[in-house]
Protein backbone atom coordinates (compact mmCIF):
# COMPACT_ATOMS: atom_id res chain seq x y z
CA UNK A 1 0.00 0.00 0.00
CA UNK A 2 2.71 2.06 -0.35
CA UNK A 3 2.75 4.86 -3.22
CA UNK A 4 4.78 8.16 -3.34
CA UNK A 5 3.19 10.69 -5.91
CA UNK A 6 3.27 13.74 -7.42
CA UNK A 7 -0.47 13.73 -8.69
CA UNK A 8 -2.06 17.39 -9.22
CA UNK A 9 -5.31 17.34 -7.59
CA UNK A 10 -8.19 19.80 -6.86
CA UNK A 11 -10.37 19.82 -3.73
CA UNK A 12 -13.94 18.96 -5.02
CA UNK A 13 -15.41 20.15 -1.80
CA UNK A 14 -14.38 21.86 1.51
CA UNK A 15 -12.55 19.81 3.49
CA UNK A 16 -10.68 19.63 7.31
CA UNK A 17 -7.15 19.01 7.41
CA UNK A 18 -4.35 18.95 9.25
CA UNK A 19 -1.03 20.83 8.48
CA UNK A 20 2.01 18.94 8.89
CA UNK A 21 4.14 19.00 11.13
CA UNK A 22 2.51 21.38 13.44
CA UNK A 23 -0.59 19.41 13.54
CA UNK A 24 -3.04 22.34 13.70
CA UNK A 25 -6.62 21.91 12.02
CA UNK A 26 -7.22 23.87 8.85
CA UNK A 27 -10.26 24.03 6.48
CA UNK A 28 -9.04 23.74 2.91
CA UNK A 29 -11.58 25.64 0.40
CA UNK A 30 -13.39 23.76 -2.31
CA UNK A 31 -11.45 24.39 -5.51
CA UNK A 32 -8.00 24.30 -3.69
CA UNK A 33 -5.17 23.09 -6.06
CA UNK A 34 -2.15 21.26 -5.27
CA UNK A 35 -0.42 17.60 -5.41
CA UNK A 36 -0.85 14.59 -3.36
CA UNK A 37 3.11 13.87 -2.13
CA UNK A 38 2.01 10.47 -0.20
CA UNK A 39 -1.01 8.18 -0.04
CA UNK A 40 -0.49 5.59 2.47
CA UNK A 41 -3.34 3.75 4.96
CA UNK A 42 -5.69 5.36 3.52
CA UNK A 43 -5.24 9.26 4.19
CA UNK A 44 -2.77 11.40 1.93
CA UNK A 45 -0.26 14.02 2.12
CA UNK A 46 -0.96 16.66 -0.04
CA UNK A 47 1.48 19.89 -1.01
CA UNK A 48 -0.59 23.02 -1.52
CA UNK A 49 1.56 26.63 -1.73
CA UNK A 50 4.78 25.53 -0.03
CA UNK A 51 2.50 23.73 3.14
CA UNK A 52 1.94 20.07 3.55
CA UNK A 53 -1.18 19.01 4.87
CA UNK A 54 -2.48 15.76 5.70
CA UNK A 55 -6.57 14.53 4.61
CA UNK A 56 -7.72 11.54 6.72
CA UNK A 57 -9.14 8.77 4.14
CA UNK A 58 -12.60 9.16 5.85
CA UNK A 59 -12.25 12.39 3.42
CA UNK A 60 -10.97 11.10 0.76
CA UNK A 61 -14.16 11.90 -1.59
CA UNK A 62 -12.69 15.57 -1.28
CA UNK A 63 -10.21 14.31 -3.52
CA UNK A 64 -11.99 12.80 -6.06
CA UNK A 65 -10.66 9.23 -4.30
CA UNK A 66 -12.51 6.64 -2.86
CA UNK A 67 -12.71 6.16 0.94
CA UNK A 68 -11.79 3.81 2.93
CA UNK A 69 -13.36 0.65 3.78
CA UNK A 70 -13.65 -0.64 7.35
CA UNK A 71 -11.85 -3.56 8.02
CA UNK A 72 -13.98 -7.15 8.40
CA UNK A 73 -13.86 -10.41 10.00
CA UNK A 74 -14.40 -13.86 9.19
CA UNK A 75 -17.61 -15.22 10.67
CA UNK A 76 -16.60 -17.12 13.83
CA UNK A 77 -13.10 -15.11 13.87
CA UNK A 78 -10.91 -16.63 16.41
CA UNK A 79 -8.81 -14.63 19.36
CA UNK A 80 -6.14 -14.50 16.58
CA UNK A 81 -7.71 -13.23 13.87
CA UNK A 82 -8.71 -10.60 15.91
CA UNK A 83 -5.36 -9.61 17.31
CA UNK A 84 -4.26 -10.15 13.33
CA UNK A 85 -6.67 -7.39 11.86
CA UNK A 86 -5.84 -4.94 14.93
CA UNK A 87 -2.01 -4.73 14.18
CA UNK A 88 -3.33 -5.16 10.39
CA UNK A 89 -5.11 -1.68 10.84
CA UNK A 90 -2.24 -0.72 13.42
CA UNK A 91 0.37 -0.96 9.89
CA UNK A 92 -2.27 1.68 8.04
CA UNK A 93 -0.84 4.16 10.18
CA UNK A 94 1.64 6.23 8.58
CA UNK A 95 3.68 9.26 9.64
CA UNK A 96 2.51 12.00 6.88
CA UNK A 97 6.21 13.06 6.53
CA UNK A 98 7.97 9.48 6.79
CA UNK A 99 6.60 7.17 3.68
CA UNK A 100 6.91 3.79 6.82
CA UNK A 101 4.08 2.45 9.10
CA UNK A 102 4.56 2.96 12.42
CA UNK A 103 4.56 -0.77 13.16
CA UNK A 104 7.61 -0.94 11.11
CA UNK A 105 9.38 2.31 12.46
CA UNK A 106 9.13 0.43 15.72
CA UNK A 107 6.74 3.48 17.65
CA UNK A 108 4.03 0.58 18.98
CA UNK A 109 5.73 -0.86 22.13
CA UNK A 110 2.56 -2.58 23.10
CA UNK A 111 -0.60 -3.80 22.18
CA UNK A 112 -2.83 -5.89 24.53
CA UNK A 113 -6.38 -7.29 23.79
CA UNK A 114 -8.85 -7.88 26.70
CA UNK A 115 -11.84 -10.23 25.62
CA UNK A 116 -14.80 -9.11 27.79
CA UNK A 117 -17.39 -11.55 28.97
CA UNK A 118 -19.76 -10.55 26.33
CA UNK A 119 -17.34 -11.59 23.66
CA UNK A 120 -16.19 -7.50 22.94
CA UNK A 121 -12.79 -6.26 23.04
CA UNK A 122 -10.74 -3.92 25.03
CA UNK A 123 -7.50 -3.00 23.16
CA UNK A 124 -4.59 -1.43 25.35
CA UNK A 125 -1.27 0.61 23.06
CA UNK A 126 1.38 1.91 24.30
CA UNK A 127 3.23 3.59 21.34
CA UNK A 128 5.79 6.64 21.16
CA UNK A 129 6.77 9.17 18.56
CA UNK A 130 10.15 9.98 16.58
CA UNK A 131 10.74 12.92 18.62
CA UNK A 132 8.81 14.19 21.71
CA UNK A 133 8.01 17.55 20.45
CA UNK A 134 6.16 16.23 17.08
CA UNK A 135 3.21 18.16 16.55
CA UNK A 136 1.63 15.36 14.88
CA UNK A 137 1.44 13.25 18.02
CA UNK A 138 -1.95 13.65 18.73
CA UNK A 139 -2.91 13.06 15.18
CA UNK A 140 -1.13 9.33 15.07
CA UNK A 141 -2.48 8.83 19.13
CA UNK A 142 -6.12 9.65 17.24
CA UNK A 143 -5.45 7.84 13.89
CA UNK A 144 -4.49 4.66 15.80
CA UNK A 145 -7.67 4.94 18.04
CA UNK A 146 -10.33 5.56 15.21
CA UNK A 147 -8.54 3.24 13.01
CA UNK A 148 -8.61 -0.05 15.70
CA UNK A 149 -11.78 0.84 16.77
CA UNK A 150 -13.46 -0.28 13.42
CA UNK A 151 -12.03 -3.62 14.05
CA UNK A 152 -15.07 -5.88 14.58
CA UNK A 153 -15.64 -6.52 18.30
CA UNK A 154 -13.16 -4.02 19.56
CA UNK A 155 -15.51 -1.41 21.71
CA UNK A 156 -12.38 0.68 23.64
CA UNK A 157 -9.22 1.45 22.97
CA UNK A 158 -7.05 3.03 24.58
CA UNK A 159 -3.99 4.44 23.51
CA UNK A 160 -0.77 5.87 25.87
CA UNK A 161 1.78 7.89 24.38
CA UNK A 162 5.22 7.09 26.02
CA UNK A 163 8.49 8.35 25.82
CA UNK A 164 10.26 5.93 28.00
CA UNK A 165 12.75 4.17 26.08
CA UNK A 166 13.20 6.76 23.79
CA UNK A 167 12.46 5.99 20.49
CA UNK A 168 15.85 5.44 18.08
CA UNK A 169 16.36 4.21 14.52
CA UNK A 170 17.64 0.78 15.94
CA UNK A 171 14.00 0.29 16.93
CA UNK A 172 13.32 0.44 12.80
CA UNK A 173 12.51 -2.75 11.12
CA UNK A 174 14.84 -4.03 7.96
CA UNK A 175 12.14 -2.83 5.82
CA UNK A 176 11.70 0.70 7.14
CA UNK A 177 15.41 1.24 7.64
CA UNK A 178 15.83 0.28 3.59
CA UNK A 179 13.12 2.44 2.38
CA UNK A 180 14.45 5.48 4.55
CA UNK A 181 18.21 4.44 3.41
CA UNK A 182 19.40 3.92 6.95
CA UNK A 183 20.17 0.36 6.30
Known amino acids: MFS ?3 EPVRFERECEVVMIPSGDPVTMPAGTVGYITQALGGSFTVFVEGNLFRVAGTDADALGKEPVLPPELPENASDEDVEKLIWDQIKTCYDP ?15 RVEKQDDQRRKVFIKMTLTAPGCGMGDILVDDVRAKVKLVPTVEDVHVELVFDPPWNKDMMSEVAKLETGML
Open 4 to 6: RTS
Open 97 to 111: EIPVNIVDLGLIYEC
